[in-house]
């Protein structure tokens, strides 16, 4: 981990925010809202995205921050829990930009070009505002539209209308009010590859998966239980291991596997697990 802008010709007098100038961040104060509201982009040092910490003594990069960014960019993901800092295992809560139980700061920088992604919960599920449904219908709002909005203003809100029904969207409170009911709303970034050595970064992710060695799991009335393959393969086609080799290959995606002569589908965004058959809907987690 080190300064930026250092490397810059300008040093400490660069009217560009690097890391270490100096200038404040959106993800530091203390304020009970979601930080993800925050409109206020730092740049980067030319990398798309930038995760930092800072111990009172200047902000630091984070090693390997593609995985907090992967992390981040799911809508379900509350925080991350990352090791090898120079302060031990950290605690992030991505809700509210935050290090848990330390004396540190985190923030986010930002290279201005983000897609950022608006999510509401429908049914107990994040869905993308202008996903297309069932029968593969777009939705009536798209996250561009709020996102514009969002940054003209983002003390405001966004409204639109469904048939008789008005919408809402209360960007400081991160809801979406109807005169019936509130639903919560995020916004998180499109995953991007960072502007790093593709072969580094993916050495860096192989060691660290070995360091970590995160578990799936799907769930059933209560209990949890892990994916693993069985001799005879009445269990689950697939392992734990190779459900977390796709997942950090493409947060986004998703894959399909066998159960039992069953073909189901697992979605990363979501964290549901699908019978194609049955349309029997689970939910999966990773530890």
């Known amino acids: 981990m080190a300064t930026a802008y250092q490397s810059c010709r300008y040093g400490s007098k660069c009217k560009l925010n690097h890391p270490g100038a100096g200038r404040e961040s959106s993800g530091e104060d203390s304020r009970p809202s979601d930080q993800s509201t925050s409109r206020d982009t730092k740049l980067t040092d030319g990398r798309c995205y930038q995760w930092q910490l800072n111990d009172g003594k200047g902000w630091l990069d984070v090693d390997n921050d593609h995985i907090l960014e992967a992390q981040y960019s799911l809508p379900h993901s509350?925080?991350?829990?990352?090791?090898?800092?120079?302060?031990?295992?950290?605690?992030?809560?991505?809700?509210?930009?935050?290090?848990?139980?330390k004396s540190l700061r985190v923030r986010r920088l930002d290279d201005g070009k983000t897609v950022w992604i608006w999510y509401c919960t429908l049914s107990k599920k994040w869905t993308m505002y202008g996903g297309k449904d069932s029968k593969g219908?777009?939705?009536?709002?798209?996250?561009?539209?709020?996102?514009?909005?969002?940054?003209?203003?983002?003390?405001?809100?966004?409204?639109?209308?469904?048939?008789?029904?008005?919408?809402?969207?209360?960007?400081?409170?991160?809801?979406?009010?109807?005169?019936?009911?509130?639903?919560?709303?995020?916004?998180?970034?499109?995953?991007?590859?960072?502007?790093?050595?593709?072969?580094?970064?993916?050495?860096?992710?192989?060691?660290?998966?070995?360091?970590?060695?995160?578990k799936w799991q799907w769930g059933d009335r209560g209990a949890w239980y892990d994916f693993k393959r069985r001799p005879d393969a009445t269990e689950s086609s697939v392992t734990s291991e190779e459900i977390e080799r796709?997942?950090?290959?493409?947060?986004?995606?998703?894959?399909?596997?066998?159960?039992?002569?069953?073909?189901?589908?697992?979605?990363?965004?979501?964290?549901?697990?699908?019978?194609?058959?049955?349309?029997k809907l689970r939910n999966i987690r990773r530890l």
């Open 137 to 214: 219908n777009p939705g009536p709002v798209k996250s561009c539209d709020i996102e514009k909005k969002f940054q003209s203003d983002p003390s405001s809100s966004y409204t639109f209308t469904i048939g008789a029904d008005a919408f809402e969207i209360k960007f400081k409170e991160m809801r979406q009010v109807t005169a019936k009911r509130k639903r919560k709303v995020t916004r998180r970034p499109l995953y991007r590859e960072n502007c790093r050595d593709s072969s580094a970064a993916a050495s860096a992710l192989q060691a660290l998966s070995l360091d970590a060695k995160p």
């Open 78 to 101: 509350k925080g991350i829990k990352i090791f090898n800092t120079p302060y031990g295992a950290v605690s992030l809560d991505f809700n509210r930009m935050r290090v848990l139980g």
């Open 246 to 279: 796709k997942y950090v290959q493409n947060p986004a995606a998703g894959m399909t596997f066998k159960a039992k002569g069953q073909t189901y589908k697992l979605d990363f965004q979501a964290m549901t697990q699908i019978n194609l058959k049955t349309k």
